[in-house]
């Protein structure tokens, strides 16, 4: 079954530390993959998108995250976290033939510590 | 450029009631999918719809339908409603294209007493 696993439900930092929210995804076919943020009552914001254009992909407010298909693997990272990161991130896969349907993580809730 | 707008924001219903609620994507957008999402089991897709046909389909009863207009405005519906259908229900937009990102509103909260 298609899937994606998020390996920790509860990160926390402190502020101008790096941040690191794991993701896993199931390797049936070639997936799509994403990072999507949601900050407290509000929607989902996409962070960044994997495309098979480059491993390491740059996203917005500073986060990147490395596709390593060896390792089935799309971890999120940011050298320096800042008080605005604290919300709601999910990995998100989608895979051929698939129009709309997206497949979320359990998502990681970020804490950052003054 | 305006972005997706869903409403209402809030909504209470009681058990056995149906609830109608509204998508508009972003001018465009021919595709819209439904999502539910709850404290326990995560962000699920509910269906997608593009071109006023439903073109992908999760897994949830049939109590949960949905529908597309001509100018690509959504609407979900859900009859009988039950305790757990309470949940946050999203709407993404998108050209319809595979695997591309989708943006979201901000969603509709539903409360079922």
């Known amino acids: 079954a298609q899937s994606v696993t998020q390996l920790d439900s509860h990160v926390s930092v402190s502020e101008g530390t790096p941040v690191l929210l794991r993701c896993n995804y199931s390797?049936?076919?070639?997936?799509?993959l994403f990072w999507y943020v949601q900050h407290p009552n509000k929607g989902l914001q996409l962070l960044l998108k994997y495309t098979s254009a480059a491993t390491l992909v740059k996203g917005i407010n500073g986060f990147e995250a490395e596709f390593k298909k060896s390792e089935t693997s799309f971890h999120l990272t940011k050298p320096s976290a800042h008080m605005s990161d604290a919300a709601e991130y999910f990995c998100v896969v989608s895979y051929s033939g698939n129009t709309g349907k997206l497949i979320f993580g359990q998502g990681t809730t970020l804490q950052v510590k003054p | 450029k305006a972005g997706v707008t869903q409403t209402p924001r809030y909504l209470i219903k009681t058990r056995g009631q149906q609830v109608t609620l509204s998508c508009s994507p972003i001018s465009g957008h021919r595709s819209v999918s439904w999502y539910q999402q709850t404290p326990g089991q995560g962000l699920q897709f509910l269906f997608e719809?593009?071109?006023?046909?439903?073109?992908n389909k999760g897994n949830f009863p049939g109590r949960f339908s949905g529908r597309q207009f001509s100018n690509s405005r959504s609407e979900m519906n859900v009859s009988t409603l039950e305790l757990g259908d309470s949940a946050l229900y999203l709407c993404?937009?998108?050209?319809?294209?595979?695997?591309?990102?989708?943006?979201f509103g901000s969603g509709t909260q539903l409360s079922v007493l």
């Open positions: 390797s049936s076919y070639s997936p799509s």
């Open positions: 993404a937009s998108s050209l319809g294209l595979e695997n591309e990102k989708l943006f």
């Open positions: 719809y593009f071109s006023e046909t439903q073109r």
